[in-house]
């Protein structure tokens, strides 16, 4: 009898494991967590300080020069990307908020700064421009589980207020301009009214503690469970939506990482988030707080045959658009995908077929529109310099949400400015004839490089290289005003 007993515990408990082992919930990682663990490990030397850096001094925003934009832009700056120096291929001008990846946050409520913190050139660049800067908090890559950090900070009173008052104290010490949360990697049942209601009590917190400054969440592009959105959306001040990895690296079958549309009515795509998706209802209601960003990554599989969407055989690694925008040219050049409005392209290796899906210029031109149709808040990028030094996708930013200038004040509508864009000579009036006392030349990185003491009338740029300058004015009034001026021969 006892024997029977024992063998029946035996049954009874490996029963009881083998359902336990199939009930646990697989969390998937995110985007940009998976990223941070291809690409984020840099060297001792890239990360170093220096103690000029250390001495030079953090400025704050400068609000009277905001950017000339119709919509945030709002960039993803990853500390690999920022110790490979992105900083000198970064168009400030053509940003509203530069949001430095990442400050991870642990299971104790601390907050470790990314590689090579602070990131003082950046900083400095960017508020001269009147470009917030904001700290993106993650809850991955650190010694403890991304749901058990999440659990704790939204469950646990005391780690909740130390966790606030930490980003207060990091907003302060380095004058940031907000926080962006960017929890990855959460179990659904940790997605919904807790993680809001901690959102929400954040974003007062701050607004309260440090009046102006901004609380954002990145929220996912498919709600495959858990989420509250409307709820989340209503908890922030705007919510990034990660409007890709709709097909991941481990995935079965190539394809779009952000595809624009499809003919199937199952199949996930970044139309279907924003208007009948995961985001319809903010979409209709509140579409000012939503930022669609569009990723400057794509991924390289090896597959079983040449064909669209061909079965992998393995995945080689995520590339950046900086790379396969030229590689493209060297395998015929990219395929476009009209289902997914989405361009690939292929070769094969002697060995094997390779595919690479990526954005291009017209596949993320495309889906600007999409932004500017449903009058989103703005769209963003994942990430800044994964384009390089290549021109395109700023002058796209600039053809699709630039303006001719920013204003000073009501002075803007009597000041006219022409030709403009010029090769040579601006021509400046006053439609009331009032003198002007001041005017200078700022660079896009904020330098000073003309100004004009007499004859206000015209001004020589024929020496100055092309590009984007802004020009500062000042009547006798006191009336000021910004004005944005493109130099092309």
């Not at 020069?65 to 400030?92: C, D, M, T």
């Not at 061909?310 to 040219?329: F, G, M, P």
Request: aromatic share 10%.
């Amino acid at each position: 009898m006892k024997r029977i007993l024992h063998n029946k515990l035996i049954v009874l408990l490996t029963c009881m494991t083998i359902q336990t082992m199939f009930s646990q919930e697989v969390i998937m990682e995110g985007p940009h967590q998976m990223q941070k663990e291809e690409f984020g490990k840099v060297t001792t030397d890239a990360t170093r300080r220096d103690a000029s850096k250390k001495a030079e001094k953090i400025i704050g925003l400068n609000a009277l020069r905001a950017p000339a934009l119709n919509k945030k832009v709002f960039g993803f700056l990853p500390y690999w990307e920022q110790s490979s120096g992105a900083h000198n291929n970064i168009r400030y001008d053509l940003l509203t908020h530069l949001a430095c990846f990442d400050f991870l946050v642990q299971l104790d409520a601390s907050i470790a700064t990314p590689a090579g913190w602070p990131w003082t050139a950046e900083i400095n660049a960017a508020h001269a421009q009147g470009v917030k800067v904001i700290m993106t908090v993650v809850n991955f890559g650190g010694a403890d589980g991304a749901d058990a950090v999440v659990w704790e900070l939204i469950t646990n009173p005391t780690k909740k207020t130390l966790f606030f008052n930490n980003v207060k104290s990091l907003i302060e010490t380095y004058n940031l301009d907000g926080v962006n949360i960017d929890f990855e990697g959460m179990a659904t049942n940790h997605r919904g009214a807790e993680l809001n209601a901690f959102l929400s009590d954040l974003t007062t917190f701050i607004h309260v503690e440090l009046p102006g400054k901004e609380v954002s969440f990145d929220g996912p592009a498919v709600n495959w469970g858990g989420w509250d959105i409307e709820g989340l959306v209503d908890s922030v001040d705007y919510v990034v939506i990660m409007a890709y990895d709709y097909t991941s690296a481990n995935s079965a079958n190539s394809g779009p990482v952000a595809p624009l549309i499809h003919h199937t009515s199952w199949k996930r795509f970044v139309k279907r988030t924003i208007e009948t998706g995961t985001y319809a209802v903010p979409t209709a209601n509140n579409p000012e707080k939503l930022i669609m960003a569009v990723p400057y990554y794509g991924q390289h599989w090896k597959t079983e045959t040449s064909v669209s969407e061909s079965a992998t055989i393995s995945h080689v690694s995520s590339t950046r658009y900086r790379n396969t925008v030229t590689e493209a040219d060297s395998h015929g050049g990219f395929i476009w995908n009209s289902d997914f409005e989405y361009p690939w392209y292929r070769w094969n290796d002697g060995t094997n077929w390779n595919q690479v899906w990526i954005d291009n210029e017209l596949s993320i031109s495309k889906k600007f529109d999409l932004a500017i149709a449903n009058n989103l808040g703005g769209v963003g990028m994942w990430a800044l310099n994964y384009d390089g030094g290549r021109p395109e996708l700023w002058e796209l930013i600039n053809t699709k949400f630039g303006a001719t200038a920013s204003v000073g004040d009501a002075t803007l509508n009597q000041i006219k400015i022409h030709p403009n864009p010029t090769s040579g000579y601006i021509n400046i009036t006053h439609a009331n004839a009032v003198k002007f006392t001041k005017m200078e030349l700022f660079n896009v990185m904020g330098a000073s490089v003309l100004k004009v003491t007499s004859h206000f009338e015209n001004i020589n740029m024929t020496s100055l290289e092309n590009g984007l300058y802004f020009l500062e004015v000042e009547d006798e009034q006191g009336g000021q005003a910004t004005f944005k001026i493109l130099k092309s021969n």
